[in-house]
């Protein structure tokens, strides 16, 4: 581990240190400079990565890791993460990293695999909260809409709120009327998780207010 940035410095400046990384401890290689080498290294590197996840062998627990997504993007990257964020066989920590790649690259050809997840009531809690997240924050306005059910609690079981959360991230105030948003927020059902479901009543919910929604609000403040 102590070398681990050494060896990621020296890949960047050679593309056969890279490589041969690649093969044996890809997650070293999050800390290079990515974007500077070939694409079809990057998608070794990809395809690196979650075979290493599948295996156990490696896990994204270093959130600063994450932010380096973004620079795995290469052509038809889609291809190569699609069968982790659909197949519900595959471990879901490997279908949380393809999800978060995904959305960290912005690839549009995948927002309907993650829409479809995301309401797939017979799918697993923790893809489906990941793949919800990634539309509420980073899709088009078509599948942001798509996610209403999700926000009015009617997509299958969320014992945590965070589905509802994105829903509700996702479509209001755009797709969701102030009379359907407060008829939909309830307490929280784990007050203490600091999650999407917080967050959107803390800070989302009152920014969008318009000033004719005030006696509405008012109304549903004091009824709690």
């Known amino acids: 581990p102590q070398l681990h940035e050494t060896a990621a410095w020296l890949s960047g400046m050679n593309s056969q240190v890279f490589r041969t990384i690649v093969r044996s401890d890809p997650g070293v290689l999050l800390r290079s400079d990515v974007p500077t080498v ?3 290294d990057r998608r070794a590197l990809v395809r690196n990565l979650l075979a290493s996840c599948e295996r156990g ?3 994204d627990s270093d959130w600063d890791l994450r932010l380096t ?3 795995l993007v290469y052509p038809d990257i889609a291809s190569d993460l699609r069968p982790f964020i659909v197949d519900r066989t595959k471990d879901i920590i ?6 978060d790649i995904a959305e960290a690259s912005e690839v549009l050809a995948l927002q309907e695999d993650l829409t479809d997840v995301a309401l797939d009531t017979s799918d697993s809690h923790l893809p489906r909260v990941r793949a919800a997240a990634a539309i509420s924050r980073a899709g088009e306005p078509y599948t942001r809409q798509k996610l209403k059910p999700l926000a009015l609690g009617i997509a299958g ?3 945590d709120d965070e589905l509802k959360g994105c829903g509700l991230r996702a479509v209001w105030p755009d797709y969701l009327s102030a009379d359907e948003l407060f008829a939909t927020l309830t307490p929280q059902k784990r007050p203490n998780l600091f999650g999407s479901y917080n967050v959107v009543l803390r800070e989302h919910v009152v920014i969008h ?3 004719s929604e005030l006696p509405l609000a008012l109304e549903w403040a004091r009824s709690q």
């Open 69 to 71: 997504y973004r620079k």
């Open 157 to 159: 079981d969320d014992p």
């Open 38 to 40: 070939d694409p079809a």
């Open 209 to 211: 207010l318009k000033p």
């Open 94 to 99: 490997v279908r949380r990293v393809a999800i």
């Open 57 to 59: 062998e490696w896990v």
